[in-house]
C-alpha cells in the first residue's frame, strides 16, 4: 500500500483499474499535474468531458496511462465516469 497525501491506497486496486474510455491503465496523479488542474480551477476554466465546469479542488486524481485524461478522486473513491474526465492536457 502506498500512502499518497494522507490517504491509503493499495496499489494491487489501480493495477485492475482503467480508463473507462480506453481501458488504458491508470496511475497516481503527480503534483505539477495536480497544480496544473488546481490553478485552472482556480481560475474557473477547467471543465470535465461533459463540459461542466469543476469546481472542486483536487487533492488526489489518476491519470490514464497516455497522459490525456484525469479522473478525481473524491473521499478516497476513484470517479471513474467518462462524463467525470477532464482531458489533458488542461488549457491546451
Not at 474557473?44 to 469546481?55: D, F, I, P, Q, R
Not at 478525481?72 to 477532464?86: K, W
Request: charge should be negative; glycine fraction near 6%.
Amino acid at each position: 500500500m502506498v500512502d499518497y497525501k494522507g490517504l491509503m491506497f493499495d496499489t494491487n486496486l489501480l493495477d485492475i483499474l482503467c480508463c473507462p474510455v480506453t481501458r488504458a491503465s491508470l496511475k497516481l496523479a503527480d503534483d505539477s499535474c495536480l497544480q496544473s488542474l488546481n490553478r485552472a480551477i482556480d481560475a474557473g476554466t477547467l471543465k470535465n468531458a461533459a463540459g461542466e465546469t469543476v469546481s472542486e479542488k483536487m487533492e488526489e486524481a489518476l491519470v490514464s496511462a497516455d497522459g490525456k485524461r484525469a479522473y478525481p478522486v473524491r473521499e478516497g473513491i476513484p470517479v471513474l465516469l467518462s462524463d467525470e474526465a477532464i482531458l489533458l492536457p488542461v488549457g491546451a
